[in-house]
């Protein structure tokens, strides 16, 4: 669990995907607690602002709920809400663009399957 200070991507939404992988991996279950704002921006050294920044973008994607005086908890669906968010935005920027430039370099679907199962396999792409 770190963030990339040098990343492009802001650090309340590296909070977020890092939540998102944990609520994944079954780190945090469904219906389970998970560290509190306070918490997190002392575990992070970030301002509790901004670990809170990357709570409410969960909040609103119904990831995650709060409990009034309890804290913070991952709501029943959490884990498939993620899959659809990240299997659409892997659609989106990895699909894509894979798709473009095999049309420029004329590589054929057939072409790009067998390539991923050679991959899948630890062979060579070509």
Partial sequence: MRL??????????????????MILDEEFKEEGQIFSTNQLAESF????????KGFNILVEENIIYKKRG????????????????RKKHFKENFLYNL??????????KEEIISMIRNT???DDIE
């Fill in 4 to 21: 990339d200070e040098n990343s492009t991507t802001p650090l309340f939404i590296q909070i977020s995907e890092i939540i998102e992988d």
């Fill in 99 to 108: 798709i473009a430039e095999a049309k420029k370099l004329n590589i054929t």
């Fill in 70 to 85: 309890v804290g913070m908890f991952v709501k029943e669906g959490a884990k498939e809400i993620i899959k659809e968010k």
């Fill in 45 to 52: 050294k970030i301002n509790p602002a901004t670990a809170r």
């Fill in 120 to 122: 899948e396999e630890g």
